[in-house]
């Protein structure tokens, strides 16, 4: 279907090339006649505008544009190409203008990345017992099994490499 079709009646198609000539001058569409079409164009004379009516026949044969002489085409898009060549593209399909967004708005965050009132909770981690080798259980007299550490004391690991850590 052209994007010209618009499903509206003559006095409909008349007042909207009428009253927004900046969107085209051809407007097509249902006719009067069942499974038949219509062509409405607006043409400026020297007198100023003039409303024409064409009556497009649906055959077995294609589309019959009834004219003086009628002209039998095979599809909508070339009834409205024959008047845009015979017009010598003058005349140009109606094409209703969308209006453009000229802001740009945040969309609602899923509901997976919004905030909950309540706060989360991070269970700890529990770690199990680190196993030492004898030779570690020598050096370090304070980590012998059944001696006690309170809980502000701090272990450093054993490094095998004590330059880069400084000790």
Request: glycine content about 2%; some cysteine.
């Amino acid at each position: 279907m052209p994007s010209c079709f618009y499903d509206v009646t003559r006095q409909e198609a008349e007042r909207m090339l009428e009253n927004n000539p900046e969107c085209g001058d051809i407007i097509l569409r249902p006719s009067t006649f069942p499974n038949n079409y219509a062509l409405t164009l607006r043409q400026v004379n020297a007198s100023g505008p003039v409303m024409k009516n064409y009556r497009v026949t649906c055959t077995t044969s294609g589309f019959v544009i009834e004219l003086d002489s009628a002209v039998t085409v095979s599809s909508l898009d070339e009834v409205l190409n024959y008047f845009l060549e015979k017009t010598e593209h003058r005349l140009k399909p109606y094409m209703k203008t969308q209006p453009y967004d000229t802001c740009i708005e945040l969309p609602p965050a899923p509901m997976s990345m919004k905030s909950s009132s309540t706060p989360k909770t991070v269970p700890k981690a529990q770690v199990a017992p680190m196993m030492r080798s004898q030779a570690d259980k020598d050096s370090s007299p304070s980590l012998q099994p059944g001696t006690k550490t309170s809980e502000s004391d701090y272990v450093v690991p054993y490094d095998h490499d004590t330059k880069q850590t400084g000790q």
